[in-house]
């Protein structure tokens, strides 16, 4: 898209044709939030190309007139609204490019985010390492309370979700889930150690193995190479 556009700049440049020169409308831009950067560009070009002396208001709105369904609709009345009503700072059409770009781009991000609560997981990592990820996604999620707590239960493998569900004291805050689950993960982990150090130590004690067998119909214990 920006592609094609760049063409027509190049070509308007090469003939000097000025109004004469064909431009590209933008499309409509409502739910695609992707398409911000797109849509400003075909905008202003056409602008520059076609709209130079047109009030600053009138080219407001015909940008604005671009702008339709989803989201972008109903932030579009708002805008419209505050306009009306003298609220809005946005009296040149730069000025509305910069809202656009700032808000759209902060949604689709926010979007971005939204996915990524839905889909993080555990898996393979400790919980330390799984709750930095969580924050570094949760952060500008829009997500606060008892929803990202939800977020945050789900990626956790089930067999953490199973000793948090064990638990008397009832948390209430996502950082006590996060503290929490950190200290059991690493409770556990330390645990798990310990039983293989102990483990060991039981196999060969003092670094001497020992084992039972018949001797002449008797039990015996070898220790050392010799018989007891």
């Not at 950067?37 to 604005?64: N, P």
């Not at 926010?110 to 930095?132: F, H, P």
């Not at 500008?140 to 990626?155: A, D, N, Q």
């Not at 039983?195 to 002449?216: D, H, I, T």
């Amino acid at each position: 898209m920006i592609a094609t556009l760049q063409q027509q700049v190049n070509t308007m440049l090469l003939h000097q044709q000025g109004s004469r020169v064909e431009v590209t409308k933008p499309q409509v831009f409502g739910e695609k939030m992707e398409e911000v950067s797109a849509f400003i560009y075909a905008a202003h070009l056409y602008l520059r190309m076609k709209m130079t002396d047109e009030a600053a208001t009138t080219q407001v709105a015909w940008v604005l007139s671009y702008v339709q369904g989803g989201v972008a609709e109903a932030w579009k009345d708002n805008l419209l609204d505050e306009l009306a009503k003298g609220e809005s700072e946005v009296d040149t059409v730069e000025k509305l490019f910069t809202k656009i770009r700032n808000n759209f781009r902060k949604m689709l991000e926010e979007e971005r985010k939204i996915e990524q609560l839905w889909t993080i997981e555990q898996g393979g990592r400790t919980c330390d390492e799984y709750v930095q990820e969580f924050k570094k996604v949760a952060r500008g999620s829009s997500y606060v309370g008892r929803p990202l707590i939800e977020k945050f239960k789900r990626g956790l493998n089930r067999a953490i979700r199973r000793k948090l569900a064990e638990a008397e004291e009832p948390l209430t805050t996502i950082g006590e889930w996060q503290e929490r689950v950190v200290r059991l993960d690493r409770n556990q982990r330390q645990s798990r150690t310990e039983e293989r150090m102990l483990g060991r130590n039981v196999a060969c004690p003092g670094g001497n193995v020992q084992s039972r067998g018949e001797y002449g119909g008797r039990s015996y214990r070898r220790r050392g190479g010799q018989i007891m």
